[in-house]
């Protein structure tokens, strides 16, 4: 009984393997499947950066939860979402552990001001429709707000799981083929 069962899970992982390399090859045909890993690959990490004056750090952990502390103008910020990006001109964040927020004046869509109550971004939930695509509002990082400046890293869950089902043709996000610097739409 148990050979007859290996036999068949054997027989169910050549078939499952035999579907793979097949929607492998057919995505490798394609002539900007490597350039699309590879810009895939340059989405896993979200930045941001801009100019502006104070002292403080936000972590955010995806776009829903945050918590920060210290005071800055910002004056110009540029932020990625995966493929795309926003530009913000002025704006103020402001951190007192789990309240804090963080307000622009944007062109543009999104990336949306954000509003922290006990670390949970109370605009993300309620102006939804102005969030980043669902794929990119699951990452994990932080800024570092400095005198002249500010930047931050964060490592964007959800395009990890696009360079990964990419390689084998699928692209929830949406992004293949798109430049670098496309701008935010939902």
Known sequence: MSAMLHGIASGFRSQVLAVLIAASAGACSSTGYAHDRLLDLSDVVDIEYGTGMGLGVLAQATLYLQAGLGFSETWTAREWYGR?????NGG???GL???SSTGHDI???PPMS?????CVNV???IDDDRAPQVIDRFRFGGLVYLPGGHGGLFVNVGEIVDLIVGLVGFDPAGDDGLPKTGPLTD
């Open 84 to 88: 795309r990006s926003a530009s913000m």
């Open 92 to 94: 103020t964040f402001v």
């Open 97 to 99: 552990l789990a309240f």
């Open 107 to 109: 062109h543009g869509s």
């Open 114 to 118: 954000s509003m922290a109550v006990l």
């Open 123 to 125: 605009l993300a939930v």
